[in-house]
């Protein structure tokens, strides 16, 4: 299976509105992380569609590893600078 492109070996730190739907990129084609600008087009991805339930300063992820969906869990931190731009390894990997 495709695995999404590490856009970031950090999570990007955004302001959310309360109430307001934000789309996620999944693929990490975006060049407007951690959101969707389209580029998933082919990639075979979809944006992940949430609303901020509160607003306020969050973390997304930009490895789109994580196990929590939009959110930065950490897991970031097993990906190398070197890494980023380049398909994750994906879960064998
Ligand atoms: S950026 Fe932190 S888990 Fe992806």
Known sequence: MNQPIIADNQPKQVS????????????????????????????????KVFVAEEGGEAYLCQCKQTGNTPWCDGTHKQFAKEQVGKAAPGPQG
Not at 19 to 28: H, I, L, R, V
Not at 32 to 46: A, E, V
């Open 16 to 47: 959310l509105e309360e109430g307001k739907k934000y789309a996620f990129c999944a693929c990490g084609h975006s060049q407007t992380q951690p959101f969707c600008d389209g580029s998933h087009k082919g990639t075979g991805f979809s944006p």
